[in-house]
T-cell receptor, first 111, second 109 residues
Framework: DVKVTQSSRYLVKRTGEKVFLECVQDMDHENMFWYRQDPGLGLRLIYFSYDVKMKEKGDIPEGYSVSREKKERFSLILESASTNQTSMYLC??????????FGSGTQLSVL | EDQVTQSPEALRLQEGESSSLNCSYTVSGLRGLFWYRQDPGKGPEFLFTLYSAGEEKEKERLKATLTKKESFLHITAPKPEDSATYLCAASNSGYALNFGKGTSLLVTP
């Protein structure tokens, strides 16, 4: 079975801190994604990557950046965390045109 | 603008009471329509992919169907363990999915 592993289940950070969310997949998938999920807003795409060192903005990229130095690893970076970035962050991977496999999520609280 | 809309937002059923969840989409060049199940505090778990109008897929008490404008997730004789949020998503680019906001289903004994 495909496994998508997110490094932290819960994180608490202070406003202004630089935050790194790490995601690793073990199925050699080309595509990786970062979504955030908020009550009443559903899942919204932040960034995705279709190849190593390649990245594309999603619907809500402001305040975020990403890094994909190796095929299996996709990192989401909050350069200066703000309270409106408190959310559940979900990483996913897939082959093109195929279903997404999600990690368990990271619940980030920014105080 | 591509859009995926799910209804109802929440649904409460008695155990054994069959019903359907709706997903309507306006996506140009649909490549696939996906259904996911999400339990509280967990990531979404894949259920089905539908590619063309008229297609149907089944898994246990769940059956997904697709028309040119909407998809239905039929739940037959649900059990309490079917309680979850069901998410619908559409793909038109081969990369990311555009998700609806989900239907929260509660099945009571």
């Amino acid at each position: 079975d495909v496994k998508v592993t997110q490094s932290s289940r819960y994180l608490v950070k202070r406003t202004g801190e630089k935050v790194f969310l790490e995601c690793v997949q073990d199925m050699d998938h080309e595509n990786m994604f970062w979504y955030r999920q908020d009550p009443g807003l559903g899942l919204r795409l932040i960034y995705f990557s279709y190849d190593v060192k390649m990245k594309e903005k999603g619907d809500i990229p402001e305040g975020y950046s990403v890094s994909r130095e190796k095929k299996e690893r996709f990192s989401l970076i909050l350069e200066s965390a703000s309270t409106n970035q408190t959310s559940m962050y979900l990483c996913a991977s897939s082959e093109r045109d195929e279903k997404l496999f999600f990690g368990s999520g990271t619940q980030l609280s920014v105080l | 603008e591509d859009q995926v809309t799910q209804s109802p937002e929440a649904l409460r059923l008695q155990e054994g009471e069959s019903s359907s969840l709706n997903c309507s989409y306006t996506v140009s060049g649909l490549r696939g329509l996906f259904w996911y199940r999400q339990d509280p505090g967990k990531g979404p778990e894949f259920l089905f992919t539908l590619y063309s109008a008229g297609e149907e897929k089944e898994k246990e008490r769940l059956k997904a169907t697709l028309t040119k404008k909407e998809s239905f997730l039929h739940i037959t004789a649900p059990k309490p363990e079917d309680s979850a949020t069901y998410l619908c998503a559409a793909s038109n680019s081969g990369y990311a999915l555009n998700f609806g906001k989900g239907t929260s289903l509660l099945v009571t004994p």
